[in-house]
């Protein structure tokens, strides 16, 4: 069982009435695209999804135009390559399953777009497994292909050792050390599994706010008609 960990944004599926970090999603979205995306996919999020991270549409654009996407057929029946645009969905590194599990020992990795969710112990299992690669113990062997991971159930990942100290520059000069890129990737990952968590959480709020006012109000109005009703 991975460690619980301290979330800035409570953890998606906590009862909290905390917010995502913004400055940890733009490291985060950084780190998927410059590491994770050469193997996983996020086939639910569009580039302009990234405007909730508090990018602007011209950086957007600029993000989305450094990839190439497949589109057609064309007035010839072709397919045809361009530039991705903003509503496009991010590109996959791999054309389908079979490509990216023969490009991967067998075994495909998996769609990071719910994978918070998906997965039990969620941020923190994700959190533990990115920097849990360890040397195994004595008597066990590793097969070639395979990596030891502490946190990963069955030990045996098919996914080296991703996260290294300084393997990113992050933008806003934050040190890059590998439980940094961990922690920031975990959080923008929770974010994409559960983009509407603050949306959820603020109107949690002004429903039970509605619910005290209300519940007021119904009482008094019960003692009115009762003391005046003979
Ligand atoms: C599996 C995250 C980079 C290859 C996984 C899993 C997660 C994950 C959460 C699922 C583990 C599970 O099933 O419980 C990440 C993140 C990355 C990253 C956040 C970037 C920091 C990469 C890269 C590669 C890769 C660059 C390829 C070189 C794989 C493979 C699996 C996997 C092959 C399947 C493992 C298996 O089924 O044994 N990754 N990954 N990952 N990842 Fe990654």
């Not at 996919?41 to 950086?59: C, D, K, T």
């Not at 991967?104 to 719910?114: E, I, M, T, Y």
């Not at 045996?156 to 000069?173: K, Q, S, W």
Request: negative net charge; contains cysteine.
């Amino acid at each position: 069982v991975p460690p619980e960990e301290e979330w800035p944004h409570g953890g998606v599926n906590s009862f909290s009435f905390k917010t995502f970090d913004r400055a940890a999603l733009q490291r985060g979205f950084q780190v998927y695209k410059q590491v994770c995306s050469a193997c996983h996919a996020m086939h639910l999020l569009s580039y302009r999804n990234l405007e909730a991270l508090g990018y602007s549409e011209e950086e957007i654009k600029a993000i989305a135009a450094e990839y190439e996407v497949t589109d057609g057929p064309n007035d010839q029946g072709e397919m045809f390559t361009r530039p991705a645009l903003a509503s496009d969905r991010f590109r996959s590194p791999f054309p389908n399953a079979k490509a990216a599990a023969a490009a991967n020992n067998g075994k495909a990795p998996p769609d990071l777009s719910l994978i918070v969710k998906a997965r039990e112990h969620h941020e923190d299992y994700v959190f533990h497994l990115l920097t849990g690669f360890v040397d195994p113990p004595e008597g066990v062997t590793v097969p070639d292909g395979a990596y030891y991971n502490q946190y990963y159930p069955g030990h045996l990942i098919a996914m080296p050792p991703m996260l290294f100290d300084d393997g990113v520059t992050y933008e806003d000069g934050t040190p890059a050390t590998a439980v940094q890129q961990a922690r920031d990737v975990t959080q923008f990952l929770a974010w994409a599994a559960e983009p509407h968590m603050e949306a959820r959480r603020s109107m949690g709020v002004k429903v039970i706010l509605f619910l005290m006012v209300f519940a007021g109000l119904l009482y008094m109005t019960k003692r009115r008609i009762w003391e005046t009703a003979h």
